[in-house]
């Protein structure tokens, strides 16, 4: 990736002044121009990208060319399977990947079998309408849906009698359909301006058939009515629930209406500027693309919030080589076909007609056979955040917004841990900071429920499966308990709930199907897709961001590690808190209030904290001599007491007795027996400290450290105790060489004594 | 005070019984008494006794009869002085030196024979030993307890002893209460030697003595006479701070809404401390400010003390509630009779060249407003909009001077000290405070005191069966003992036992306080009472525990193993080391 200098550079640094664009797309695209195609079919349910072709030596036969797009590489390797000559409609792989199914005409979809290249049609009659596409299903009671302009089709495969077998007919009207595999619903419009709707669910568990509804439209005039297209209305998938969104050409509106299970809701309208709109999803931001204007808008509806995470910014390229930029300028009309003309028309063809939005996020161009994914610059959003919400208090928010990021988790932690340093650092009003620090505890504690934050170890498939982008869905079954759902899931975190399949209405993730129905190979696909694109992304990133101290410190083995952007205690210690001690210490009480609020939120959450923290509260408080309060944080248990806080306590001790004694009761009450004695010879109080150690059969002091302590305090009763005390209660010491020095060391001193 | 003077203490007692012949106090045989002269002259008033408006000095002769007869009990069992050895050093001036004497009816000649035989003592004993001189007294019928408040200002206490009327003192208890009165008078009026450099004709100082001193008296008049602390309260320790005890979760609550209360007094260098009905909670204060706004907020402002009203001395000696007799009407009566007879004047209506008294200690003159902050009119009302100006006093170790702020939640008290001079535009500020602290921490309030509330055992939550004790850290001046209630069912022999055994671990204290400065004496007294009940002292490492075991097992092993387990369980095992 030579050209990561180039393009990019701008969006370098937190200060985000030279941030042109919060997405991008990254050069190279994957290429799937093949000769001979006959445009280009996007399988969501595999995630393939198709390309019949003609083949031109054999005219007899065809071949399907499909490359993966997840994970998104552009050298992925296209697989060709071979099928008949004839029309090409549409195509889809089965689920399980052993089936092809190509729409030959309106009335026949013909099936491929890969295995054995045996092939069998299914036609309707002609009277029961045409049919308007077909999908497979991971739905319990069907494995494939035809849609016709009479209504559904839902058949199984009977893989003995290689022929379909009808299960069930939904009759309706059609006019047009949208469906997604990702949500796995399909969304049915009929009606003469197409805009009463009815939806199906096709989960795997069951179907969920959803209430009818309408949906607004403003009217230009009186007696105008507008029919709604197919293209205005996309299904989208944000933090697992579903959503469809509306374009009203009139109004200039996005409509928003969220489905549950038995009630759809509309959610509110954003504005648009453009007739044209697409949308696509990256890690669960919506990116509203205002494809006439050329700009992106970015939503997060997480919080039901309507307000944009930034302001309208163009899409970038990212990782276009320079000189092909300046070539394409001198070159812009040659017109040659060669790749630096291609790339031109890319750059200059932003958003041209040509470019087909799929689901989620990836562009095709299907002038170019360009397929592009569309990325989101954490950095630069999280800037924008910043820039929209003018007044500082949404730090929080931001923080929020970060930490349900997970395709760029690393880099959404090391944001959070910079954002949350400079919050300190600039003293912020404590309540943002204590709101801040509630927000990175929360995301943790949820991520340690749902197993996404590992530490340090391998990182688990569920993990991989969460980062994938789309989670289990947490519908709530009514529209009255919405909102409740809502602050139940803001608080609670991002993606992953228990399912109550019951009365929820899912969109199943692929995770779901894959444990279903798909095999192995699915999970492997999955896996590797959210360990490959981290990986990617990572590696540009700390490229990019060398500069930064916080990368610095974080080991590249690390970085493949990290799933979640959730900030364990002991990072937020180490990046935040000691880091800025040294330049808190003139306001060592902020830093101290933040520190007590963030203890209190581990607790609300019971996250047991490092150590070094309750070490970091007793210095803090010994450094402002504030040892009431610190005896009191002692007392009541606030600080946990452990050999570290003990050591602390002694050393803050030093200029205060009190404190110093709490130390020592600390590690006689952690039952740190060896270091307790020894403190005690060190305090001078020989006798407690000998008859402790008798009493807990503390066998690892030596005599001797005893003895010379008594020797070197010049008192010859006190040896002389010592000493007797050592020969009675230690069989064999009156013969060892120590006890003849200390004898006459004794001797020396004062003979009047005896032992 | 050492134990140098120990000694010479206890010869100087003895000379007086034999050979020197002490007058010992003439009041003892009640001559001044019964037939006290009426003094009559305007010096009276230039130097600021109690004087009514005809230059008459007020005496008990002068009261109402009920109000006479409660004071000649009360000379008779105390008398209570505080003098300054720097002034009225010529002949003639003695007076000068009298700052406070009570019973302020007994004739000068009276005064003046107490007070120049605790001078005569101070200045003999000074010679052996130079930096803590005379402690006590003790003759035959009276102990003599000194306590050295400031440089050269002394405070002197004399009790009469008697068997019959339970006057059986423990010293170090007694002084306990010479020391905290004059913190608290410290605390609210700055130190007496400062008034009196304001004012060196005494006439402030003696006037706001005079005021603070009764008023804190009056807390100790149970009937018509003054119970001071004697050997039914060994179980009990003046000057120390008694802990609510907490959870890990809510002591972290606790700590959450100090740095709430922290961050509404922004960038002042402010305080808080927290009570929970009458146990401290937290505190942000030096440890000895602590106790003195401790003191003063579990004598004035909580919600008991608060809700029981004016009248509320009962509630003030809950520790010998059970076991003295206490006719309200006649108390209240005995109060006012007690004001009228002592010339008290509401600050307010005070005028002229009197001056204006600010009486912190004023009985039922806090109450709570209905935004939940206590109001009191003590500190004077601000002219025009009848607004109470806001409370202030001084803090003991920066010398600061603050503005007192409480707020009450249910049994909640919080209070709030904010720096006079960070406050510019004043009253004004102070209701800025209130208001940020009624927006930003109230909802923390309500929840601290709703947890605290919960885990709230109740009156005897501390009441171990069986165990009668007393426990005192003496690093953090906390103290806990069994409640009051329960310590009343023990029998008057133990409670001798212990007060004995207190008095030889005091001296025990003070002797090893000379010897060695860096660490503490362990010690361990066991002793059998009379009745057979155990009375056990164990003192290590700065703690001090003591324990009455009335229902114990004949063996001292028994005995022991009891506080064994006592310590074990209460005190983190710091009393069963070896």
Known sequence: ????????????????????????????????????????????????????????????FNSVVSWKTSPFTPDVAPTTDTISDGPVLSVRYSLDAKLIAVQRSNHEVQFWVRETGETFSQKCRSESGSILGFFWTDCAVCDIVFVKTSGLDLYTYVPELKSLDLVETKKMNVSWYIYTHESRLIVIASGMQCKSFTGYQLSSAGIIRLPRFEMAMAKSDVNSKPVLAAEDVHIVTVYGRIYCLQVDRVAMLLHSYRFYRDAVIQQGSLPVYSSKIAVSVVDNVLLVHQVDAKVVI????????????????????????????????????????????????????LYSDDWNFLVPCLVCDVSTGFLWKIHLDLEASSDGWYAISASSSEVPSVLEFLQRRKLEAKKA??????????????????????????????????????????????????????SVGTGTSDE?????????????????????RTVHNSSVLTSDSEDNANFRKAKAKFLDINSSSGNIDRETSVASESQLHDNQPLNANVSEQQDSQVTSAAIAPDELYDFVFASVEEEMIADASYLFAIIVEFIRSANV????????????????????????????????KIIEPSKEVALQLLETGRLHIQTRKLGLDMLRQLQLHHDYVVLLVQDRCYFEALRYARKNKVNSVRPALFLEAAYASNDPQRLAAVLRFFRDFIPGFGTTSEHGTYIRALADMDSSIAV | MKKKMNKS?????????????????????????????????????????????????????????????????????????????????????????????????????????????????????????????????????HSHVFFEAEPDIWMVMVVAKSKETEAIWRIEALRSVLKEVHSLFVMFHGSIRLMLDKEPGGGLIRSHLYTFIMDYLSDFLVGNKFVLPNFRDSLKER????????????????????????????????????????????????????????????????????????????????????????????????????????????????????????????????????????????????????????????????????????????????ILLVPVTSMLNGEEGISMLKQQLLENASAKIFKVE??????????????????????????????????????????????????????????????????????????????????????????????ELYIVLEKANETLLYASEAVEKFSDRYCNGAFSLD
Not at chain 1, 428 to 448: C, K, Q, T
Not at chain 1, 476 to 496: F, H, L, Q
Not at chain 1, 605 to 628: D, Q, T
């Open chain 1, 413 to 466: 932690k090391q944001l959070c841990l910079e954002l949350t340093r400079s919050l300190i650092l600039e003293r912020r009003p404590l309540p943002m900071v204590f709101r801040a620090i509630e927000v990175l505890v929360n995301a943790f504690s949820y991520s340690l429920k749902t197993g996404s934050y590992s530490k340090g170890g391998k990182s688990e498939k569920p993990t991989v499966e969460n």
């Open chain 1, 1 to 60: 990736m030579f050209g990561n200098t180039s393009s990019s550079q701008p969006t370098v640094g937190f200060g985000g002044s030279g941030a042109l664009s919060h997405t991008y797309i990254q050069y190279p695209p994957l290429r799937c121009r093949n000769d001979g195609s006959r445009g280009l079919f996007y399988d969501d349910g595999n995630k393939l990208l198709i390309s019949p072709t003609s083949d031109k030596v054999r005219t007899v």
């Open chain 2, 450 to 543: 709703e947890k605290l509330a919960k885990g709230w055992g109740g009156e005897n939550a501390y009441h171990v069966k069986g165990y009668r004790y007393l426990l005192v850290d003496g690093d953090r001046n906390i103290s806990r003992a069994s409640p009051a209630g329960k310590v009343t069912t023990l029998t008057k022999e133990s409670l001798l036992a212990l007060n004995k055994v207190r008095e030889d671990v005091d001296l025990e204290k003070s002797r090893a306080k000379g010897d060695c400065v860096d660490h503490e004496k362990d010690l361990e007294i066991c002793i059998r009472a009379k009745n057979n009940a155990w009375v056990i002292a164990r003192a290590t490492r700065g703690k």
């Open chain 1, 298 to 349: 970015l939503y997060d509806i997480f919080a039901d919030s309507r307000t944009p995470v930034s302001a309208p910014l163009p899409l970038l390229i990212r990782g276009l080589p320079r000189t092909s930029i300046s070539t394409s300028q001198s070159n812009r009309k040659d017109g040659e076909g060669s790749e630096t003309t291609l790339l031109n028309d890319t750059a200059s063809h």
């Open chain 2, 239 to 414: 000057g120390t701070v008694q802990m609510l005890t907490v959870g890990r979760e809510a002591a972290i609550e606790v700590q959450s809404l100090v740095g709430a209360l922290d961050s509404c007094m922004g960038n002042t260098l402010g305080y808080s401390v927290i009570l929970f009905q009458d146990l401290l909670v937290s505190t942000t204060l030096s440890p000895d400010d602590t106790i003195n706004l401790f003191s003063y907020g579990s004598l004035r402002l909580t919600p008991r003390v608060l809700s029981s009203g004016g009248s509320t001395w009962s509630y003030l000696r809950k520790g010998n509630a059970s076991s003295h007799t206490e006719p309200v009407s006649l108390l209240a009566n005995t109060g006012s009779a007690f004001d009228r007879s002592h010339g008290f004047r509401d600050a307010s209506s005070a005028g002229g060249d009197n001056y204006r008294i600010v009486r912190p200690l004023q009985h039922g003159k806090w109450s709570r407003g209905k935004d939940g902050f206590l109001v009191t009119d003590i500190w004077g009302v601000e002219v025009g909009n009848l607004v109470p100006t806001t409370p202030t006093i001084w803090l003991q170790q920066t010398e600061h001077k603050m503005y007192l702020c409480a707020y009450q939640h249910k049994s909640l008290t919080i």
């Open chain 1, 605 to 636: 959450e019971k996250i047991k904290l490092h150590p070094n923290i309750y070490v970091m509260v007793v210095r803090l408080l010994g450094r402002n001599e504030r040892y009431a309060e610190l005896g009191q944080f002692i007392l009541n």
């Open chain 2, 9 to 141: 203490k206890m010869l100087l007692v003895k000379q007086k019984m034999n050979k020197f012949e002490f007058v010992e106090p003439i009041a003892d045989r009640g001559c001044f008494i019964d037939d006290a002269p009426t003094y009559h002259s305007p010096a009276f008033q230039s130097i600021g006794f109690p004087v009514n408006d005809k230059g008459i000095l007020l005496s008990s002769s002068m009261g109402l009869s009920s109000a006479a007869t409660a004071t000649t009990t009360l000379s008779e069992a105390l008398k209570f002085c505080i003098f300054d050895l720097r002034r009225g050093q010529h002949e003639g001036e003695e007076l000068e030196k009298i700052l406070f004497f009570f019973p302020a009816d007994l004739p000068f000649p009276a005064q003046l024979a107490v007070i120049g035989l605790s001078e005569g003592l101070i200045t003999f004993t000074r010679i052996f030993s130079p930096e803590a001189a005379c402690e006590v007294i003790e003759a035959e019928m």
């Open chain 1, 476 to 496: 709530i079954s009514s529209a009255d308990a919405s909102g409740k759902s809502i602050r139940t899931e803001s608080a609670s975190g991002v993606d992953r």
